[in-house]
């Protein structure tokens, strides 16, 4: 069905009044979306004088009008057709929003009015709606951003720094918090969760609200996969196209050469994100005690919550003793539902999409040769060495890390377990350094020779494009094969019959230099501001900062101003990664035309 509206006998006229037309409809939408959504804030955030609450009402109702309106006015104006999923979405968002209008200024009668707002939960459901809404304009206003002319690093720096002070703001709402709490506090919390950290200043149990536990939640939830990942495929789905400079802009964040698959790639981060939350949430709602929640809907958001924590490695959680809560530190299926979650969002959506196009060449051609459509074929190298050398190094890693648990752990937290209470904590043990900051175990009952290997862990952390901080395990591996390289007098690093570029050797140099000195000085720092304290614990705090774990052996809430100021740059500075930082700050240097004469420097 195609809409042809002709306004003006000259198609030039009619064109340019079009377009004065739609640039009105979307200013008319950007501002009642944000206008709606501050309403929206103002109602959760404040108890609001009643007085007060019909004349922001009133405006709320008229902002939804005016954005229902303005979608059907851009769908019969400018849509050549009204199939396309996105155009079909926007006339029921649209018909929705009226509707919703009509029905809070109770233009139906009381009873259909009462009727219509107990089947939608009363206004859960419009309120998701105008936050959906806010997110849908930020996401197309997003899209503008390679205008600016700023590098991606740098944006996508920036982007984490704004979110933070956003999230600072929803945390300090009064209704977000059950107490008072300070800007410092705030801006902690909100650091750790959009940096998937974890580590807490207050109890994100007692001292956060229903409301402030779902902006903690959202926070971590677009911190793990960037802010630009999420904008950028819901600005695409809403807009309908990219430009070419959208396209070079995006692939910087999503490892995508090929620019014409921006959006498909972008579809399959945000669908695994989806698929794996899901199924985590509904395994840990299946292996939960429900008589340790006050109902249903309590453990539905428990399981929620703790899947996007688990998947994000962001390590928070709504008990005050973590996994440790009593009633749920013998949940063994559910520790292990969590663990798999943790390893499926640290490995890497690089790793996964390789993985996914080698399974689906598998089924198409095992397809192909049963229905006699086409022959055997060789399945080609679809495996990269990237993602053989984080999968392997991945397993490495896992393997020797629950070797280590298991044996210094014996006579300490593992001690009157349960043989399958030893070995599902092994495997949580080994998982939870790796940038994920759960904890089944009283952390300061932990051996030192595992409290040692634990700061091993957390310093390599998760896998490149993954939801994880740390050194990463792709960096590790290559400075181990360049070491071992050095040592049997090769001239260059191989592995996987694949010859590693020195481009590649610098960067895992640069990276290893920078996060040591990073640390080291983070020590340094927390050392002059709180002296009492043991040094392992303030090691271990800043490993766990650099590296966005989240563990702790307990004097995160005891740390002074100048320690958790100390410890918010470190947070963001692991979770953005040292050398985005360096490219973005330092000029870079055009082609070098000349080259200097070589001499050699003694190492040892």
């Avoid at 959506?349 to 022959?375: A, D, M, Q, R, W």
């Avoid at 900051?437 to 300061?444: A, E, K, P």
Wanted: with cysteine.
């Amino acid at each position: 069905m195609k809409l042809k509206l002709k306004f003006f006998s000259n198609p030039d006229r009619n064109i340019l009044f079009l377009k004065k037309v739609m640039k009105i409809q979307e200013k008319v939408v950007q501002l009642s979306s944000i206008l709606a959504f501050g309403i929206l804030l103002f109602h959760l955030g404040y108890s609001i004088d009643p007085k007060d609450q019909v004349a922001t009402s009133f405006l709320f109702n008229l902002c939804l009008m005016l954005i229902g309106t303005g979608y059907l006015v851009k769908v019969f104006l400018v849509e050549k057709s009204i199939y396309p999923a996105r155009v079909i979405f926007e006339i029921l968002l649209s018909i929705l929003l009226c509707l919703t209008a009509l029905v809070r200024w109770n233009l139906f009668g009381n009873e259909t009015t009462e009727m219509i707002l107990s089947f939608s939960t009363h206004y859960h459901l419009i309120n998701a709606l105008v936050i959906i809404l806010f997110f849908i304009e930020l996401s197309k206003f997003s899209l503008t951003v390679n205008e600016l002319k700023l590098s991606p690093s740098l944006v996508f720096i920036l982007s984490f720094i704004i979110l933070i002070f956003v999230g600072t703001g929803l945390l300090s709402l009064p209704e977000a918090t059950t107490r008072d709490i300070s800007f410092i506090d705030a801006l902690f919390t909100s650091t750790s969760a959009v940096c998937v950290t974890g580590l807490i200043v207050l109890d994100t149990a007692k001292d956060f609200t229903f409301f402030g536990q779902v902006i903690i939640m959202i926070l971590f939830q677009i911190g793990g996969l960037g802010i630009m990942v999420f904008t950028s495929f819901f600005g695409f789905f809403f807009k309908g196209s990219y430009s070419i400079e959208n396209r070079l802009f995006i692939r910087d964040y999503i490892n995508e050469n090929n620019v014409n698959e921006i959006y498909t790639t972008l579809f399959k981060i945000i669908s695994f994100t989806v698929l794996v939350e899901g199924i985590c949430a509904f395994l840990i709602y299946h292996f939960t005690d429900s008589a340790q929640f006050s109902g249903q809907g309590d453990q539905l958001f428990f399981s929620l919550f703790h899947a996007i924590s688990a998947f994000c490695n962001a390590g928070f959680s709504t008990l005050g003793n973590g996994l440790y809560q009593e009633g749920f530190r013998e949940a063994y299926n559910m520790h292990l539902a969590i663990a798999l979650a943790i390893v499926l969002g640290g490995i890497g959506f690089p790793v996964v999409l390789n993985y996914y196009s080698y399974v689906k060449h598998l089924i198409v051609g095992f397809v192909k040769s049963v229905l006699g459509l086409e022959k055997y074929r060789h399945t080609p190298r679809v495996s990269s060495v990237n993602t053989r050398l984080v999968v392997y190094t991945t397993g490495i890693l896992l393997v020797v890390g629950m070797v280590v648990y298991a044996i210094s752990e014996q006579e300490h937290t593992l001690k009157g377990l349960s043989l399958y209470g030893k070995f599902a904590t092994t495997v949580f043990g080994a998982v939870t350094p790796r940038t994920a900051g759960f904890n089944t175990v009283d952390m300061r009952e932990l051996a030192v020779p595992t409290v040692l290997v634990y700061l091993f862990l957390m310093w390599i952390g998760a896998s490149p494009g993954s939801t994880g901080g740390g050194l990463k395990t792709s960096t590790f591996a290559v400075a181990m094969l360049n070491t071992f390289s050095i040592a049997s007098g090769k001239t260059r690093v191989e592995v996987f019959r694949r010859q590693l570029s020195n481009e590649t050797l610098k960067k895992a140099f640069a990276v290893i230099s920078l996060s040591v000195l990073v640390m080291g000085l983070g020590v340094f720092l927390l050392m002059v501001f709180d002296p009492e304290l043991p040094m392992i614990d303030v090691a271990f705090e800043v490993f766990s900062a650099f590296s966005t774990v989240g563990l702790s052996l307990g004097i995160t809430s005891q740390l002074s101003l100048g320690s958790k100021l100390v410890l918010m740059v470190i947070m963001l500075i692991g979770r953005v990664g040292t050398l985005t930082i360096l490219i973005a700050i330092v000029r870079k240097i055009g082609e070098q035309r000349y080259k200097y004469p070589e001499e050699t420097v003694f190492i040892t």
